[in-house]
């Protein structure tokens, strides 16, 4: 499932010391293994070999270059949200085709932009935002292709801040208005809606949810079609939910198995958008223990990395495990491990068994590929961390760590100041 493992007490990230690592690079930094991230894409197509969706992975998960790059390679497309992921995607040669474009605000550039490289389908979430892609494509003298992401009301168990399928949440379009778009669709004269999309939010271990969401869209396709409109995308979206701690997640082909009969009656080129699946187990956050502090009712692991690295424990109230990095004595003692930043919140596990550490010491904490680094922040003025990448006994640096100037170069003190 992963490859960072033990060899005679040292965690490894594939065939590389973690250690080693850390004594080149400093700490803290985020740490991905290109095989593990490989082999999750692979298992999924796999899994759907019989249908050959088109997988684009979801970039908000894990902007990193090399992430995308080493995924593009082996056939990945991308999903984005954002201009500034679909320039990454562009930059690395990303073809337009395999490139699908989600999000309730697209701003003007991007869509500007989206519409000139021609990616293959923009995610529609609402009518204001359909006929602002009308009016750009008719500047560009183009015809784009739209798919209408479809608010299905599914409640998945899923924490309330990552779910996205109801009709209490700003995302997609219910399936009347839908229908009703898709009737007129001549007023769009530089639209083609071709597709329907969904995504009803992340971390979902069970595959209810996703089979109630997807039952749903196929009977709204043949209602379609009774009607004489066909389609030819359907976008089934990402979310599929991993482990952290005891979760016990469908797997890639227990997923398949349960949807492919539907999907494939319906005759649609099929997309996924996985994130979290194919990032969160391949990338963990090292970091390095500053002072063991006990205050006579509780023992505190001060460590040097914070949540502005990795806010999900405060922000999610996640679960990561927490490994260190050499095993030194079997005996444990029980901590909360936090970081040195000013808020109660700033934790990444609490009252964890883990022996006993001193200063200098290295932390693991695991499962922090997806939603890790791209949600850092300089807050409490901290540089943004390093990322690494290891392949087999090979490792690279593949985003330095950010510089105090850096920090500051966008920084002015006004004139009215001096
Ligand atoms: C966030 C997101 C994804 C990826 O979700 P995961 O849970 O990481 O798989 C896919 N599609 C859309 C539209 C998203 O917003």
């Known amino acids: 499932m992963h490859d960072f493992k033990y060899k005679k007490n040292e965690l490894f990230c594939e065939n590389t010391r973690i250690s080693t690592i850390a004594q080149q690079v400093g700490t803290p930094f985020y740490l991905y293994s290109y095989k593990t991230l490989i082999d999750h894409l692979t298992k999924i197509k796999k899994a759907f070999v019989e249908i050959d969706p088109l997988i684009c992975f979801a970039v908000k998960s894990n902007g990193n270059m090399a992430v995308i790059k080493a995924l593009a390679n082996k056939g990945a497309g991308c999903d984005i949200v954002s201009g500034g992921e679909l320039k990454k995607a562009l930059k690395l040669k990303v073809s337009p085709k395999k490139i699908v474009f989600a999000s309730v605000g697209k701003k003007e550039e991007a869509i500007a932009l989206a519409i000139k490289s021609g990616i293959l389908l923009f995610n529609v979430e609402s009518v204001p935002e359909l006929e602002v892609i009308n009016a750009f494509a008719k500047k560009a003298d183009k015809k784009v292709q739209v798919a209408i992401r479809i608010n299905p009301d599914v409640e998945a168990a899923t924490h309330h801040f990552i779910t996205t399928g109801t009709l209490k949440n700003k995302f997609g379009i219910d399936l009347q208005s839908t229908r009703d778009l898709l009737r007129r669709q001549k007023a769009y004269s530089h639209i083609e809606i071709n597709g329907l999309h969904i995504h009803i939010g992340s971390q979902i271990v069970n595959s209810t949810p996703f089979i109630n969401a997807i039952k749903k869209v196929v009977g709204f396709v043949n209602d379609l079609r009774q009607e004489g409109i066909e389609i ?187």
């Open 232 to 418: 030819k995308y359907f976008d089934i979206g990402g979310g599929l939910g991993i482990i952290y701690k005891d979760e016990k997640p469908q797997t890639a082909e227990d997923f398949a198995q349960n949807i492919i009969p539907y999907l494939k009656k319906t005759g649609l080129k099929i997309i996924m958008e996985p994130g979290r699946f194919i990032a969160g187990n391949a990338g963990i956050f090292v970091t390095k223990v500053l002072y063991l502090k006990d205050n006579g009712f509780k023992k505190f692991l001060i460590v040097d990395g914070g949540m502005n690295d990795l806010i999900r424990p405060s922000l999610y109230n996640a679960y990561h495990d927490i490994l260190p990095v050499k095993k030194t004595s079997s005996k444990k003692i029980t901590v909360d491990v936090v970081g040195p930043v000013c808020e109660s919140g700033d934790y990444f596990g609490k009252e964890r068994a883990l022996p006993k550490m001193v200063r200098g010491d290295l932390l693991a904490v695991m499962s922090a590929g997806a939603y890790g680094y791209v949600m850092s922040s300089n807050y409490n003025a901290r540089p943004r961390v390093a990322e690494v990448m290891v392949k087999g006994n090979k490792f690279a640096i593949i985003n330095e760590r950010e510089k105090f100037n850096e920090l500051i170069k966008r920084e002015r003190i006004p004139d009215f100041l001096k």
